[in-house]
């Protein structure tokens, strides 16, 4: 059975940072490409960044230079590192994991950026 975890949200001050972890495990066929996406309230959902199992970037560009996405392929492990946080990147972050076989969801953690 696939699993997906992410870990690391909480509430920061605006110009701070966060790192979030998320760990897939259960995954057969190789992972090609892992990524973040963000979903604020009343809003879609909405990609973040990804990386691709060659080491392929891409991000938003509300986030870039500011946000670095990194994998660790042995462990399917991404992470997301976030520093200069503003207001508008409170969202609950989701990571996914896709493969030949199909797309996989965490269950998403929760970001907020408040003073």
């Known amino acids: 059975q696939v699993q997906v975890v992410e870990s690391g949200g909480g509430l920061v001050q605006p110009g701070g940072s966060l790192r979030l972890s998320c760990a897939a495990s259960g995954i057969i066929f190789r992972v090609y490409v892992m990524g973040w996406y963000r979903q604020a309230p009343g809003n879609q959902r909405e990609l973040v960044a990804t990386?691709?199992?060659?080491?392929?970037?891409n991000y938003a560009d509300s986030v870039k230079g500011r946000f670095t996405i990194s994998r660790d392929n042995a462990k399917n492990t991404v992470y997301l590192q976030m520093n200069s946080l503003k207001r508008e990147d409170t969202a609950i972050y989701y990571c996914?994991?896709?493969?030949?076989?199909?797309?996989?969801w965490g269950q998403g953690t929760q970001v907020t950026v408040s003073s």
């Open positions: 996914n994991v896709a493969n030949i076989a199909g797309q996989y």
């Open positions: 990386i691709t199992s060659a080491g392929n970037l």
